[in-house]
């Protein structure tokens, strides 16, 4: 069965930088799409950024775009979310997500790790 | 960009049926995705594709979807569903993104 792991959360002051890690297991990593979604206090769940299996494709929500970058290393079987230029609405519980389907994405999300916590704050 | 919206809300007795609905234009010729997540938990798949259950849900979940409505459907409700779900949709418009409904909070009297 396949499990997911985030780590990399933290406490940290506006305009700074967090790397996000997820690392995989009980799958063929490379051969799926992997996605980091978010979930603010007291709001529902945002997508943030989607991988292709291949790493050759990358998607971003307009929140993100031109501050985080998502990445993956399909031979330490880890999916990454460099972030910068951290704001206060970008304080949230931070999930990685397998696709539900071999391929670039489009499918369902069906293995979830169990979040980290970013916060943004002075 | 696309937008799906949920009533923030619902409230079933135990027993009876719970309807939580996720409108979007055209949301019939979509694929209509729908996870529960309870309070400190990672969200978990209840409902993929529209209306298909993945191994180890019970069968009183359901789902549809026609029109511009989709309709989680969870039967015989127990205590032990209460809890945020939430619709999703992949949106290709423009770029690959994936869209989330705002979420339902389901409430067992």
């Known amino acids: 069965e396949a499990q997911l792991s985030e780590s990399g959360g933290g406490l940290v002051q506006p305009g700074g930088s967090l790397r996000l890690s997820c690392a995989a297991s009980?799958?063929?990593?490379?051969?799926?799409?992997m996605t980091w979604v978010r979930r603010a206090p007291g709001k529902g769940l945002e997508w943030v950024s989607t991988?292709?299996?291949?790493?050759?494709?990358?998607y971003y929500a307009d929140a993100v775009k031109g501050r985080f970058t998502i990445s993956r290393d399909n031979s330490k079987n880890t999916l990454y979310l460099q972030m910068t230029g951290l704001r206060a609405e970008d304080t949230a519980v931070y999930y990685c997500?397998?696709?539900?389907?071999?391929?670039?994405?489009?499918?369902?999300?069906?293995?979830w790790g169990q979040g980290t916590l970013v916060t943004v704050s002075s | 960009s696309y937008v799906l919206t949920q009533p923030p809300s619902v409230s079933v007795a135990p027993g009876e049926t719970a309807r939580i609905t996720c409108g979007g234009n055209?949301?019939?010729?979509?694929?209509v995705h729908w996870y529960q997540q309870k309070p400190g938990q990672a969200p978990v798949l209840v409902i993929s594709?529209?209306?298909d259950r993945p191994s180890g849900i019970p069968d009183r979940f359901s789902g549809s979807n026609s029109g511009n409505t989709a309709t989680l459907t969870i039967s015989r409700v127990e205590a032990g569903d209460e809890a945020d779900y939430c619709c999703?949709?992949?949106?290709?418009?423009?770029?690959?993104?994936?869209?989330f409904g705002g979420g339902t909070k389901l409430t067992v009297l």
């Open positions: 055209n949301i019939g010729s979509k694929s």
């Open positions: 991988i292709s299996g291949s790493g050759a494709s990358t």
């Open positions: 999703q949709v992949w949106d290709v418009t423009s770029d690959l993104q994936a869209v």
């Open positions: 997500a397998k696709d539900g389907a071999v391929g670039d994405g489009y499918s369902d999300f069906d293995y």
């Open positions: 594709y529209d209306s």
């Open positions: 009980g799958f063929t990593f490379s051969s799926y799409a």
